[in-house]
């Protein structure tokens, strides 16, 4: 695809710096600017030189740009985008990385002034690390991004954005903006929210000491710490921003929960192999499509504990 001469990432984390090198190995922009309200993490970012500028001021950053992308914490946008719109040019794409669509639309698009496309996205990729030190190119290779273009969206710019994810290695899919948000609410946020539970059930249990449940954790608790090691500002955003999503979700896997305690307390051995079979073969599916390594332990050294 043609480079856009100019894009501007704002937020410079995991996924801002991810997206700069990604698009630095594909040469898909004459000019990368960065930009992040904390001014550590500017200097930081100004070092690595993933971006060929990091002005000090947001304006500054967006002038001229033709595809901005907004990377910050989902509750921060409105901020953001109230300090952008008067410096946006006309004809350029504003999009985002955001794991909540509705909210966005809300909060950012009566800010967007006439003439600029705004189109939202959603990389479904990550790691537990963060700041500007976690990126790297190849993050988005083979993983999803979501697009959830508005009613009467600018097909040209959609067709725009969408190639830029593929040239950075996504696959690319549309979707409504609410249904997005019920389907991420059940394949991330609801995993999250039981994770960062179980971990904190764990360590606030009195009748097992916390050195115990760090030298005896086995790969099951283990897999669960690294998901509750993800950033806490960003996860807080989205639970507040997709809570109808989420609590919809929430009360039906309490309700298959309920079941399974029940079974267990009655001995239901049918119950359990159902359920435990069904599930089987969902791991199994995400394997076959490429989603994940079919390695055992997820890949992982087997030397390493």
Same mark, same amino acid.
């Given at each position: 695809? &043609? ?23 594909? @040469?898909?922009? @004459? ?17 690595? *030189?993933?971006?060929?500028?990091? !002005? ?53 698009? !009566?800010?967007?002034? !006439? ?7 959603? =990389? ?7 700041? !500007? &030190? ?9 993983? $999803? ?10 097909? *040209? ?7 830029? $994810? ?24 609801? =995993? ?39 950033? =806490? ?50 791991? @199994?599916?995400?394997? &076959?499509?490429?989603? &994940? ?9 087997? @030397?390493? =504990?």
């Amino acid at each position: 695809m &043609e480079a856009f001469s100019k894009i501007v990432i704002i937020g410079l984390g995991l996924i801002g710096s991810s997206i700069a090198h990604a698009a630095r190995r594909g @040469k898909l922009a @004459k000019e990368i600017a960065g930009f992040d309200i904390s001014a550590d993490v500017r200097a930081r970012a100004a070092k690595i *030189g993933f971006c060929d500028t990091v !002005p000090d001021d947001i304006a500054a950053a967006v002038k001229g740009a033709r595809l901005v992308i907004l990377c910050t914490p989902v509750g921060a946008y409105k901020s953001v985008a109230t300090a952008i719109a008067p410096h946006l040019a006309k004809g350029a794409i504003l999009s985002d990385v955001g794991s909540v669509k509705g909210a966005v639309v809300r909060d950012v698009g !009566p800010l967007v002034p !006439p003439g600029v496309h705004f189109i939202p996205a959603h =990389p479904i990729a990550g790691t537990e690390f963060s700041g !500007p &030190e976690a990126g790297f190119a190849s993050l988005f290779d083979g993983r $999803w991004t979501i697009l959830t273009p508005l009613p009467g969206a600018d097909a *040209g710019a959609v067709a725009r954005l969408r190639g830029f $994810w593929e040239c950075l290695g996504s696959q690319v899919d549309e979707m409504e903006s609410g249904h997005h948000d019920l389907v991420l609410a059940i394949t991330s946020h609801l =995993p999250h929210l039981i994770a960062y539970n179980i971990v904190g059930t764990a360590h606030d249990l009195e009748a097992v000491t916390q050195g115990e449940v760090i030298k005896y954790s086995a790969s099951g608790f283990r897999d669960f710490t690294r998901i509750a090691a993800s950033d =806490p500002t960003m996860w807080r955003d989205v639970f507040l921003n997709n809570r109808d999503a989420v609590l919809e979700v929430l009360g039906r896997f309490n309700e298959d929960l309920a079941r399974l305690q029940q079974a267990v307390r009655d001995g239901d051995g049918d119950v359990l192999f159902d359920t435990f079979s069904r599930t089987r073969a969902i791991r @199994k599916a995400i394997i &076959e499509i490429g989603q &994940e390594s079919p390695a055992p332990n997820f890949g992982r050294d087997q @030397k390493k =504990p």
